[in-house]
């Protein structure tokens, strides 16, 4: 079945830098477009990124534009999120998404939405606090 871990989130100072990682199996890492969505305490759930199939094509929310860079290695079946320059409204818990479907971004505009679609991860703490 499919199953996306995060994992290195964690408590950074304001400016700080986390790298999130995804480790995903069960399924054809290399077909599928990716997602970060992320929840902040008592908020409904922002898109923060995505990425295609190959990762040749990437797309960010305009609160992290600049600052997270999404990135893949389809040959370790894992997906990236960079965060530099952190600020304490990233406080969240950071989701890894997987489209339904393979080689389409189908659940894009639902996750922009803030509609819960596609396969999710069980989500990584990231904390920007002094």
């Known amino acids: 079945q499919v199953q996306l871990v995060e994992s290195g989130g964690g408590s950074v100072q304001p400016g700080g830098s986390l790298r999130l990682s995804c480790a995903a199996s069960?399924?054809?890492?290399?077909?599928?477009?990716l997602y970060w969505v992320r929840q902040a305490p008592g908020k409904g759930r922002e898109w923060v990124s995505s990425?295609?199939?190959?990762?040749?094509?990437?797309d960010y929310s305009a609160s992290v534009k600049g600052r997270f860079t999404i990135s893949r290695d389809n040959n370790k079946n894992t997906v990236y999120l960079q965060m530099k320059s952190l600020k304490p409204e990233d406080t969240a818990v950071y989701f890894c998404?997987?489209?339904?479907?393979?080689?389409?971004?189908?659940?894009?505009?639902?996750?922009?939405?803030?509609?819960?679609?596609?396969?999710w991860g069980q989500g990584t703490q990231v904390t920007v606090s002094s």
């Open positions: 990425i295609n199939y190959g990762g040749g094509y990437t």
């Open positions: 069960g399924f054809t890492f290399s077909s599928f477009w």
């Open positions: 998404v997987r489209d339904t479907n393979p080689f389409m971004s189908g659940i894009q505009t639902q996750l922009r939405q803030g509609i819960k679609s596609g396969y």
